[in-house]
């Protein structure tokens, strides 16, 4: 399977089709049993751990369904961590300018706990869009939230495609969602099921 520079990926299937695991593939966060994975010219399966976490930290952004958010920082913390790991004098500032990109600029100073789902996918998404990743990972990132807050964190995914020109691949089990990707791979079993078609196809 090859996706292409810039585009968004949609993977689509049956629970247990090996979406999640597909995705966690591509982010370098399991290990392949068989085969390479490339990404930005780099084969991730010659990597130790150590230098994938920095491939990880210097080019990718990860969205989980359950937002993965540490529930002892704040908001603006939460956001600015990946940015100071990445030795970025401006991880605050850069921090807070995201949280506004998400309407979240007035909560900064809150910590998960007193964050709705909502709220807390939306940091999630700042977090993973502030340093500038250029491949984007989202692993069901409107599972989890009813059908308002979902199309709101829809509308602000591709937003941030869009402003930093990432490549986005995504699991969903949303059919609207898997609709406004540029193209759609499904999984059953373990496989690729159906031709890499166009969503419009």
Do not use: W
């Not at 996706?3 to 689509?12: C, F, N, S």
């Not at 990972?137 to 990432?166: K, Q, S, V, W, Y």
């Amino acid at each position: 399977m090859d996706v292409d520079r810039g585009e968004t990926l949609g993977l689509v299937g049956p629970s247990g089709s090996g979406k999640s695991s597909l995705l966690m593939l591509m982010g370098g966060l399991e290990s392949a049993s068989s085969g390479r994975i490339m990404a930005l010219g780099q084969d991730l399966t010659a990597m130790d751990e150590d230098a994938l976490a920095l491939f990880r930290r210097d080019n990718m952004g990860v969205v989980f369904q359950s937002f993965h958010l540490i529930p002892t920082m704040t908001a603006l913390e939460n956001v600015a961590t990946p940015l100071e790991l990445a030795g970025r004098r401006d991880a605050f500032d850069r921090a807070g300018a995201e949280l506004e990109a998400v309407g979240l600029g007035h909560r900064a100073g809150h910590y998960p706990g007193q964050l709705s789902g909502g709220e807390q996918q939306r940091v999630a998404l700042a977090r993973a869009s502030a340093p500038r990743p250029r491949i984007l990972l989202a692993d069901e990132p409107t599972g989890n939230l009813d059908e308002t807050n979902g199309a709101a964190i829809m509308d602000l995914l591709f937003e941030l495609r869009d402003r930093h020109g990432a490549t986005l691949v995504m699991v969903t089990h949303s059919l609207e969602l898997a609709r406004r990707c540029d193209r759609v791979v499904r999984l059953r079993d373990g496989r690729i099921e159906a031709p890499q078609a166009r969503a419009a196809e």
